[in-house]
Nanobody
Framework: QVPLVESGGGSVQVGGSLRLSCAGS????MGWFRQAPGKEREVVAS???????YYADSVKGRFTISKDIATNTLYLQMSSLKPEDTAMYYC????????????WGQGTQVTVSS
């Protein structure tokens, strides 16, 4: 098992952009999740293979998930950020695409201020 390590979080103003990275991402099925204080963890985006993607309605058109196979890095490009995007963001991977997410990173904080 290769550990997943997120980076790229930080503080940004409303309307700004951030790109999250997740190293160790050599898995076929992966996703980005987030959890805000007092709220349940929710899926933000996922990718299967190198093409099939899913986005939560709240981020469609603003976030883009992608993978770099050369470096085994998963990315989440976030644009037009809103205060409600403030959360801890986690990348996750599945051993088997038909199963649950088995591996999780430690998380990276994203804070959007107005």
């Amino acid at each position: 098992q290769v550990p997943l390590v997120e980076s790229g979080g930080g503080s940004v103003q409303v309307g700004g952009s951030l790109r999250l990275s997740c190293a160790g991402s050599g898995y076929r099925c992966m996703g980005w999740f987030r959890q805000a204080p007092g709220k349940e963890r929710e899926v933000v985006a996922s990718i299967r293979g190198f093409g099939a993607t899913y986005y939560a309605d709240s981020v469609k058109g603003r976030f883009t998930i992608s993978k770099d196979i050369a470096t085994n890095t998963l990315y989440l490009q976030m644009s037009s950020l809103k205060p409600e995007d403030t959360a801890m963001y986690y990348c996750a991977a599945k051993r088997d695409c038909s199963g649950e997410y088995n591996y999780w990173g430690q998380g990276t904080q994203v804070t959007v201020s107005s």
